[in-house]
């Protein structure tokens, strides 16, 4: 068998046991004599998969019975409607704190619906660093803050929860989710696309108050409100049932590795690995993110010319290091080391980066 380290942001690598798992009981689940991707998502074995699934995120998340978690596909995409449809009007809109791309993708949704202004922003600066809680114009009135927690392309991170008063605040956590200890209450809504850091593509996790979903509008179409999904437990429609088995098998496994506690402490390792090797270059290296806006998820950064970098993608990919090119917004590379990711991979980037600069500075 071979495996590389796959550094890529989205579709990104899986904990090797929960494939192993999958791979183990993929022809016959739970003695059903038939696939996961077979079985009714109306049977018991299905519901008990899509009910602990649940259970195990609000569990790591530390939240109670005034939650839930909903199953919606449509990618983290479709949040960026949905939420506006639900909840904004224009004398109460949504309020947008503008660090990366999604968060201005959610943004530019919400201004179609006319329903949106902007609480802060960075794009001045290229998105380097995000807004720091002084920057923060909060309007009283806003039916709610959003902020991007973490910006995959970008390379930057909120180190802190923004303080929004009563107005709620909602988070799309794609790129963190379940990645560090955070306290979760004081969100009113989070979304995630899981294909990050929790499973494979296909289905959107929404964790929120229990009392704001209630307050969809009931002149939306079906699909497009939060209470359909929260009334049938997200099984209005035939839900994604791999995708939700797959973040079901890591959910547990981060609870089995020593939860939130224990991801903060790799993801910090494998973090400072990759962004002491950009530091200690002297210059070879250089970070597209401020030091006090680094992400822990994604780590940005140039090499001095554009050859040097299609020669390191090359040589990296020869070094079973996979997935490192930059997004075009920002070029250059960029490591995505979610929770999946091994220290050992982190370290092997690490290496390779101190071997390319010796040999190429």
């Known amino acids: 068998m071979k495996r590389i380290y796959n550094f890529n942001p989205g579709p990104a690598t899986l904990p090797l046991e929960v494939l192993q798992e999958a ?13 996961i991707i077979e079985i009714s998502h109306r049977s018991k074995p299905y519901e008990r998969v899509h009910n602990q699934a649940k259970a195990d995120i609000l569990e790591l998340m530390n939240l109670g019975d005034d939650y839930d978690v909903l199953f919606i596909q449509g990618g983290a995409s479709l949040q960026f409607a949905m939420i506006p449809l639900n909840f904004a009007t224009v004398k109460n809109p949504g309020s947008y ?22 609480a802060a922003s960075t794009k001045d600066e290229n998105f380097k660093r995000v807004p720091n809680q002084d920057e923060l114009k909060i309007n009283p009135n806003a039916a709610y803050v959003h902020v991007c927690c973490n910006n995959t392309i970008y390379g930057t991170e909120f180190h802190y929860v923004p303080d929004t008063g009563n107005v709620p605040l909602f988070a799309d956590m794609s790129s963190d989710m379940l990645s560090r200890p955070v306290d979760f209450k004081k969100f009113s809504l989070i979304y995630a696309g899981v294909q990050k850091n929790l499973g494979p593509a296909g289905v959107v996790i929404v964790v929120a108050k229990k009392s704001l979903i209630e307050q969809s509008l009931e002149t939306l179409p079906t699909m497009l409100r939060y209470d359909t999904f929260y009334k049938k437990n997200s099984l209005y429609n035939t839900p994604p049932a791999f995708s939700i088995y797959m973040v079901g098998k890591v959910a547990a496994w981060i609870k089995n590795s020593g939860g939130l506690v224990e991801m903060a402490r790799r993801n910090s390792i494998k973090a400072k690995l990759l962004y002491d090797a950009i530091d200690n270059s002297d210059g070879f290296y250089r970070g597209h993110a401020e030091k006090n806006s680094r992400s822990f998820m994604n780590v940005t950064f140039r090499l ?6 299609k020669k390191f993608v090359a040589e990296a990919l020869e070094h079973n290091l996979s997935g490192v090119k930059g997004h075009r917004s920002v070029g250059g590379m960029r490591a995505s080391i979610y929770n999946a990711m091994p220290i050992d991979g982190a370290q092997a980037l690490a290496d390779f980066m101190n071997a390319f600069k010796k040999s190429n500075a």
Do not use: H, R
């Open 97 to 118: 704190v503008l660090s990366g791309t999604f968060s201005s993708n959610a943004y530019k949704e919400a201004k179609i619906l006319g329903v949106a202004e902007v």
């Open 23 to 35: 791979q183990a009981e993929f022809l016959d689940f739970d003695d059903s004599g038939m696939s």
């Open 304 to 309: 001095p010319n554009d050859e040097l970098e």
